[in-house]
């Protein structure tokens, strides 16, 4: 697995070194002059992304988001207001990792003339250099969700800074200064997470959802994760996959199961109903952000809101111990509201 991951990192490393318009000297490169004006614009994908880049430029940049509400980032369609915001950008930033499937090809095409940043794909085990931190599923195909663990997207924070001070060198210590207050409310965050999450009883801690967008979570706070659909949500629910499901849900008597903001609630609902049918009563534990946060302008709308919601959530329903108000009194915590 580790083998074909750094194979894959090499490969991207080749693309990204394509995109940049390097690979074709017949190709316009991209700016490498920085900034010829304040704010610049920068244009971004998912919401998790446009919250980082948000938090880094501060006032050095406007930050535009494609995807609002509850979008569906693997199933996305870019249409012209969103291509006039890529062509207007400075600086372009996305996940990478695929999720943003449909929408590759505008970026190989912009690449050639300004900054495109894969944020996923700059990251690495920051102890051995190699690409071990990044997940996959059995067919190997790259898991995209890197932001279900804290420490990740601490990564990707760096990622985005190095790569916002590499176009705006003059203002690299007000990156870096930006980055460093953010990075110390994202590890408060993930020492929230661990906490709260490991207050479930460990026989309890199974979270099995619609897709799988979970894994990072389980890998960094100790839970089970099960999804009905694979990494991608264009991957089909088959029907043994659901009673697969339903068998283990009544075997192992699981008490909730959870559905997500941006997929529909038919195949969480299936399990529900199927393990009704056997004798096993099991709720829905409550709604999980996945690929998307939660409205914009509120604090589940925010990366840090969207995880506290998350931890608190699954930690309520499946018998953990969460503090009202969740993270530093600002969440939702156990009041049991927003479900």
């Given at each position: 697995?580790?083998?074909?991951?750094r194979?894959?990192?090499?490969?991207?490393a080749v693309?990204?070194?394509?995109l940049s318009?390097?690979?074709?000297?017949?190709?316009s490169?991209?700016?490498?002059?920085?900034?010829?004006a304040?704010p610049?614009k920068?244009?971004?994908?998912?919401?998790?992304i446009?919250?980082?880049?948000?938090n880094?430029?501060g006032d050095?940049?406007?930050v535009e988001?494609?995807?609002q509400g509850?979008?569906?980032p693997?199933t996305?369609?870019p249409?012209?207001?969103d291509?006039?915001?890529f062509q207007n950008?400075?600086?372009?930033f996305?996940?990478g990792?695929?999720l943003?499937g449909?929408?590759?090809?505008?970026?190989?095409?912009m690449?050639?003339?300004?900054?495109v940043?894969?944020?996923t794909?700059m990251?690495?085990?920051?102890?051995?250099g190699?690409a071990?931190?990044?997940?996959?599923d059995e067919?190997?195909?790259y898991d995209?969700?890197?932001w279900?663990?804290?420490q990740?997207?601490i990564?990707?924070?760096r990622a985005?800074?190095k790569a916002?001070?590499?176009?705006?060198?003059k203002n690299?210590a007000?990156?870096e200064?930006?980055?460093?207050a953010?990075?110390?409310?994202?590890e408060?965050?993930?020492?929230?997470?661990k906490?709260?999450i490991g207050s479930i009883?460990?026989?309890?801690?199974?979270?099995i959802?619609?897709?799988?967008?979970?894994n990072?979570?389980g890998?960094a706070?100790?839970?089970?994760v099960m999804g009905?659909?694979g990494i991608?949500t264009?991957?089909?629910a088959g029907?043994?996959?659901?009673?697969?499901?339903?068998d283990?849900?009544v075997?192992n008597?699981?008490?909730a199961?959870?559905v997500?903001a941006?997929?529909?609630?038919?195949?969480?609902?299936?399990?529900?109903?199927g393990?009704a049918?056997r004798?096993h009563a099991v709720k829905i534990?409550g709604?999980?952000?996945?690929?998307?946060?939660?409205?914009e302008g509120t604090?589940?709308?925010?990366?840090?809101g969207?995880?506290?919601?998350n931890?608190?959530t699954?930690?309520?329903?499946l018998?953990?111990?969460?503090p009202?108000g969740?993270?530093?009194?600002?969440g939702?915590?156990?009041?049991?509201?927003?479900?």
């Amino acid at each position: 697995m580790i083998s074909t991951i750094r194979m894959y990192l090499a490969v991207a490393a080749v693309l990204s070194f394509a995109l940049s318009g390097c690979s074709d000297p017949s190709q316009s490169k991209p700016s490498t002059a920085g900034p010829s004006a304040y704010p610049y614009k920068v244009a971004t994908t998912v919401g998790m992304i446009t919250d980082i880049v948000k938090n880094v430029a501060g006032d050095k940049a406007t930050v535009e988001g494609i995807m609002q509400g509850d979008t569906d980032p693997h199933t996305y369609t870019p249409g012209r207001n969103d291509t006039i915001a890529f062509q207007n950008a400075d600086v372009i930033f996305y996940n990478g990792l695929m999720l943003e499937g449909k929408m590759t090809d505008i970026f190989v095409k912009m690449a050639a003339k300004k900054k495109v940043v894969a944020v996923t794909e700059m990251l690495s085990d920051e102890k051995t250099g190699d690409a071990s931190y990044v997940m996959s599923d059995e067919a190997e195909h790259y898991d995209p969700h890197v932001w279900m663990d804290v420490q990740g997207w601490i990564r990707a924070v760096r990622a985005v800074t190095k790569a916002l001070s590499e176009y705006d060198a003059k203002n690299a210590a007000y990156y870096e200064a930006n980055a460093a207050a953010y990075l110390k409310k994202l590890e408060a965050l993930d020492v929230y997470a661990k906490q709260v999450i490991g207050s479930i009883p460990q026989n309890k801690r199974v979270l099995i959802t619609a897709h799988d967008a979970f894994n990072y979570m389980g890998r960094a706070y100790g839970l089970k994760v099960m999804g009905v659909q694979g990494i991608s949500t264009e991957s089909e629910a088959g029907l043994k996959r659901i009673n697969d499901l339903v068998d283990f849900i009544v075997t192992n008597q699981i008490a909730a199961v959870f559905v997500e903001a941006s997929v529909s609630e038919k195949n969480v609902t299936a399990l529900v109903e199927g393990a009704a049918s056997r004798g096993h009563a099991v709720k829905i534990g409550g709604k999980l952000f996945s690929d998307s946060m939660g409205a914009e302008g509120t604090y589940e709308g925010t990366y840090i809101g969207m995880i506290d919601h998350n931890v608190s959530t699954i930690a309520r329903a499946l018998g953990g111990s969460v503090p009202e108000g969740g993270f530093k009194g600002q969440g939702l915590g156990a009041k049991g509201q927003g479900n």
